[in-house]
């Protein structure tokens, strides 16, 4: 076999390498979008430029008509597979079943059947003949009707893709379209120089394959350099398309480029709105159009009334979009109806304003029960102490303890009606403060006494630290003593054989006084830290099996700290003690309402 080296050879001699570098650069990432459809097209080419460089090295007939005939496989190839590489880069592979698949074979295997039987037929070339007078042979050759098949084939397919293309050039943004056009200049380069050597004859070599692989590279540069098919049509159709939200692409004229379904059936249009001026789209709703024009960025909450009275609601954000060079380019409009949404949100609060309402009649009804409740209850407090008195001076010592207990029950219940009471009179605002001017020290001292006997019943120790300059305090008085007796109640309940102290100290700088109340009990837990100023809340619900107790006192104690323009805090650990912090302002700045005193003058204890 005669091999030589020729200078025809070079340009396709590289190409050949540049390919089969390609095909296997594709392969090894054949697992990126857009890769798997390159692979018969590289391979075509591949066949084809090997084939043209083996016969322009050989100098043998038999050797360069075989090698001839043999790059006709990848000729035959390589339209059908741009045009199937079309299809799925569009999203349009569900068209190649394997009857369309089947059918699109059927010429390039004929059309090879045609070629290598053309010396009995001549059906494909009628004649053929090798021209060796000049230092670089080349075929003269005469086409027969089935060459001219298989050139129209081939253009039909070639044709057929660059439209399929160019459909998804029109379908997608501006910021999209440089980058397909990129396919798109590579595609038309191997017809000009198919049509320069087969119609016009400009040279007997052909470089259709040279300008294949242009188009090869173009595509591959897409994919694996800019993530091109990641970004085409099939993105459009498979995220776009099937996005809840609805999605609408405008270019600098505000016309509709992009519409997905979403905001089509949200608006109730069709695909027609593309190409229109958003503001023709939207004439019937001035109001969206004033709203947002004029802004490059925006997001609100707008309403919308259609022509058959129903009104939906959406969240609508208008974003700007930039090219490379930070130019705006349009806009990106994205909506989420909320429709749903806001009828929930109605509902909400509908049962809410009932709830509220609900909350407001029950403290309302039980502001006003204050009377009926404690009347019987004096009553009963009232005559027990005056059974309990007969019963002594006539010598019926043997029923005075049990009238005792009739009594300290009575009070009991008292104490818990009164915290329920105040805590209705505040949730129905109707708690007045009463403000006026009095010693702070004879007012710890009154507390003092009255929780003395409470403390010494669990063996506790009581110790109080008043500073010398307390003298007066201009505030509810009513109040501020109910607060320090249900801290001192709390702390003499939930202490044994411990030490309870009542601290209070003026801070000039502030203008408040500062009570603290600390003792060693038992301690609250973390987790119950943040829960023990709610009502009928208790640190440990063991204690009340133990001790009694509503969970009210502390509640009360916060709202009136609150009320009274000052806070209450607290620090614990369990096992170690707990301490209360009360600030107040020495001076008020709260205007009374008028209204008669509605705090109570006992102490309610129970926290």
Not at 16 to 41: C, D, E, H, N
Not at 401 to 415: M, V
Request: charged fraction near 20%; proline fraction near 5%; include cysteine.
């Amino acid at each position: 076999m005669n091999w030589k080296f020729t200078p025809i050879a070079i340009p396709v001699l590289i190409a050949s390498l540049i390919a089969i570098f390609m095909l296997v650069y594709t392969w090894q990432r054949r697992s990126m979008r857009g890769a798997r459809p390159l692979l018969p097209l590289m391979m075509g080419l591949v066949i084809w430029l090997v084939g043209s460089t083996l016969e322009a090295m050989a100098f043998d007939y038999n050797a360069r008509l075989f090698w001839s005939n043999f790059q006709f496989i990848g000729v035959v190839m390589v339209p059908t597979a741009w045009f199937m590489f079309s299809l799925m880069f569009t999203d349009r592979a569900a068209v190649l079943t394997r009857a369309n698949l089947s059918l699109l074979l059927i010429m390039p295997l004929l059309t090879l059947i045609l070629l290598w039987t053309s010396p009995w037929q001549q059906f494909f070339q009628v004649s053929k003949v090798l021209n060796t007078t000049g230092p670089n042979p080349y075929w003269e050759w005469v086409p027969g009707p089935g060459f001219w098949i298989h050139t129209a084939y081939s253009y039909l397919m070639l044709i057929a893709g660059f439209v399929i293309l160019v459909r998804g050039y029109r379908q997608s943004s501006r910021l999209h379209r440089r980058q397909i056009s990129v396919m798109l200049l590579g595609a038309a380069v191997p017809w000009i120089a198919n049509i320069l050597f087969v119609v016009v004859r400009v040279s007997p070599f052909d470089y259709t394959p040279i300008s294949f692989l242009i188009t090869a590279l173009a595509i591959a540069w897409g994919i694996f350099k800019v993530g091109l098919v990641e970004i085409t049509p099939i993105i459009r159709k498979r995220v776009i398309d099937e996005m809840q939200d609805g999605v609408v692409v405008l270019d600098e004229q505000n016309r509709i480029l992009e519409a997905n379904p979403a905001v089509l059936r949200m608006v109730n249009m069709t695909e027609d709105v593309l190409g229109q001026p958003i503001d023709d789209v939207l004439a019937r709703w001035p109001e969206l159009l004033k709203r947002f024009r004029g802004r490059p960025r925006s997001q609100d909450e707008v309403s919308l009334t259609f022509d058959n009275g129903e009104t939906r609601h959406y969240q609508v954000s208008l974003s700007p979009l930039r090219d490379k060079n930070d130019h705006l380019t349009g806009q990106l409009l994205m909506v989420h109806e909320i429709t749903r949404l806001k009828q929930t949100e109605a509902s909400l609060l509908e049962a809410k304003e009932a709830a509220e309402a609900a909350s407001r009649a029950k403290s309302t009804f039980l502001a006003t029960m204050s009377h009926e409740l404690r009347t019987p209850l004096a009553a009963i407090i009232g005559y027990s102490e005056l059974i309990q008195e007969r019963s002594e001076a006539w010598g019926y010592e043997k029923i005075v303890p049990h009238l005792k207990q009739i009594g300290t029950a009575a009070q009991g219940l008292n104490f818990l009606i009164g915290n329920i009471l105040d805590l209705s009179k505040i949730e129905a605002e109707r708690m007045d403060v009463i403000l006026t001017e009095f010693s702070v020290p004879d007012l710890v001292n009154e507390v003092i006494n009255n929780v003395k006997p409470q403390v010494a019943k669990n063996n506790n120790l009581l110790e109080l630290d008043l500073a010398p300059d307390l003298a007066i305090m201009h505030t509810d008085r009513t109040k501020l003593r109910q607060i320090l007796l249900n801290l001192l109640g709390n702390a003499a309940k939930f202490t044994s054989e411990g030490t309870i102290c009542l601290a209070a100290r003026r801070n000039n700088a502030t203008g408040c006084l500062m009570f603290t109340v600390r003792d060693t009990g038992e301690g609250i837990s973390d987790e119950m830290m943040n829960k023990i100023f709610q009502p009928f809340v208790q640190a440990d619900s063991s204690f009340t099996r133990v001790h009694g107790g509503s969970g009210l006192g502390l509640a009360i104690s916060s709202r009136f700290c609150e009320m009274l323009g000052g806070t209450i805090e607290v620090q614990s650990q369990v096992g170690e003690g707990t301490t209360f912090v009360v600030k107040l302002p020495v001076q008020a700045a709260l205007t009374p309402r008028p209204g008669p005193e509605n705090g109570r003058s006992e102490g309610a204890m129970q926290q």
